[in-house]
């Protein structure tokens, strides 16, 4: 087996991976997360068929697709954690009046 097949693999089992957190997740960050793992594994999968041949060098046009995918990836990420975020503050329910603000940062769900 070569490194690229063993990478377009990979990149197939972070896919399948991140569907089954996608589509199980209970909460929104999980499948945010899930949703991140699924885009790690297509860029795996994208980044091994630029080097389908041994011989041959390293298409650059997928490479930097990559990395122009992952800073996409990193500000779409941030922008649904803090939709997550707020919506979490808006639907939750109301705190009792002696209960501190700085509970939730240390709460793990």
Do not use: K, W
């Amino acid at each position: 087996m070569t490194a690229p097949a063993l990478y377009g693999l990979c990149g197939a089992a972070l896919v399948g991976i991140g569907l089954y957190g996608l589509l199980a997740g209970a909460s929104a960050l999980r499948r945010i997360l899930g949703f991140n793992v699924v885009g790690s594994g297509i860029f795996l999968y994208f980044g091994s068929l630029a080097a389908r041949h041994p011989t041959l060098a390293v298409d650059p046009v997928p490479q930097a697709m990559i990395i122009t995918g992952i800073v996409v990836a990193l500000a779409g990420t941030a922008l649904a954690v803090a939709i997550a975020i707020r919506l979490h503050d808006e639907t939750a329910p109301a705190r009792p009046p002696g209960e501190a603000e700085d509970r939730d940062a240390c709460d793990p769900r």
